[in-house]
């Protein structure tokens, strides 16, 4: 398990938890607050992941260099 999977899974878990009842145990001082800081920080995880992982768009580059007569990787 991921630490995005466990943030999905306390996401759901304080969704369904009433306000008191997330105040107290985060200590916090709304449960939309600490709702904001869990999806902060799965937005934060997935934009890493986005920028990190292999694209690939579909595209054959060394199909379109060798079309156009250029050298691989054009």
């Known amino acids: 398990m991921t630490h995005l999977d466990d943030l999905y899974k306390e996401l759901e ?3 369904s938890m009433a306000e008191e009842e997330v105040k107290r145990v ?3 001082d709304s449960k939309s607050e600490i ?3 869990i999806n902060a920080d799965i937005e ?3 934009k ?3 920028e990190y992982e292999d694209y690939d768009d579909g595209m054959d580059y060394d199909a ?3 079309v156009q007569g250029l050298s691989r990787f054009c």
């Open 35 to 37: 709702l904001a800081l």
């Open 48 to 50: 890493e992941q986005y």
């Open 26 to 28: 985060y200590n916090a």
């Open 64 to 66: 379109l260099c060798r």
């Open 44 to 46: 934060s995880i997935l």
């Open 13 to 15: 878990r304080v969704s």
